[in-house]
């Protein structure tokens, strides 16, 4: 049974860091792209960061233009995928989602994604 289960959520004041985690079991992931995906009350999910697992290293991620330059997607190993968010704001208060995508391709849409974790709320204070 494949699980995508996340952690690393919480309450941060404006300006500050947090580091979300996704952990997969079932299978191996190895040939998976793997993203994160946030949702907002009242808003459509939306497309946060996604990368792949290359040659035993990250590959370079795709980021939505609302973070670039302000989180960094990794993945320790074939399984996990980190996504490090600096300079946060009340605007990224969302539930965060991590998915797994089969196909490798760095999808925006969450439509193409096949498995996806139960989320991690993040409360960003002004």
């Known amino acids: 049974q494949v699980q995508l289960v996340e952690s690393g959520g919480g309450l941060v004041q404006a300006g500050g860091s947090l580091r979300l985690a996704c952990a997969a079991s079932?299978?191996?992931?190895?040939?998976?792209?793997m993203g994160w995906f946030r949702q907002a009350p009242g808003k459509e999910r939306e497309f946060v960061a996604a990368t792949r697992w290359n040659r035993g290293s990250t590959y370079f991620g795709d980021y939505a233009d609302s973070v670039k330059g302000r989180c960094t997607i990794s993945r320790d190993n074939a399984n996990t995928v980190s996504l490090q968010m600096h300079s946060l704001s009340p605007e990224d208060t969302a539930v965060y989602y991590c998915a797994a995508d089969r196909t490798s391709f760095l999808d925006r849409d969450p439509g193409s994604y096949d498995y996806w974790g139960q989320g991690t709320q993040v409360t960003v204070s002004s």
């Open positions: 079932g299978r191996t992931f190895s040939r998976y792209s």
